[in-house]
Nanobody, 118 residues
Framework: QVQVVESGGGLVQAGGSLRLSCRASGSTFTIRSMGWYRQVPGKQRDLVAIIGSGGSINYGDSVQGRFTISRDNAKNTVYLQMNSLKPEDTAVYYC????????????WGQGTQVTVSS
């Protein structure tokens, strides 16, 4: 079992930057991919960025070129550097860690609020 805790959300003005962190604990030797999703009330949770165990990366279309995901395997931590923030980036950001050897499991954090003011 893997536990996931996010940190780093907050309030920022448009054009500013924030860095989110997500640390995994527990059975970390089974971790596969680590990623970030975001959700606004009444809408589905959307992919922001994901990084695989081998370093492959995918970004959501709306954040390409502005956000950067990185991963420190020694610390079992994934980061999301968010630059050039826009009001439409306002959401609760969730970290998801995929773990498992045979069967795969989704492990979600509690979410961290990011608010971008215009």
């Amino acid at each position: 079992q893997v536990q996931v805790v996010e940190s780093g959300g907050g309030l920022v003005q448009a054009g500013g930057s924030l860095r989110l962190s997500c640390r995994a604990s527990g059975s970390t030797f089974t971790i596969r991919s680590m990623g970030w999703y975001r959700q606004v009330p009444g809408k589905q949770r959307d992919l922001v960025a994901i990084i695989g165990s081998g370093g492959s990366i995918n970004y959501g279309d709306s954040v390409q070129g502005r956000f950067t995901i990185s991963r420190d395997n020694a610390k079992n931590t994934v980061y999301l550097q968010m630059n050039s923030l826009k009001p439409e980036d306002t959401a609760v950001y969730y970290c998801k860690v995929i773990s498992g050897r045979g069967a795969l499991y989704e492990n979600w954090g509690q979410g961290t609020q990011v608010t971008v003011s215009s």
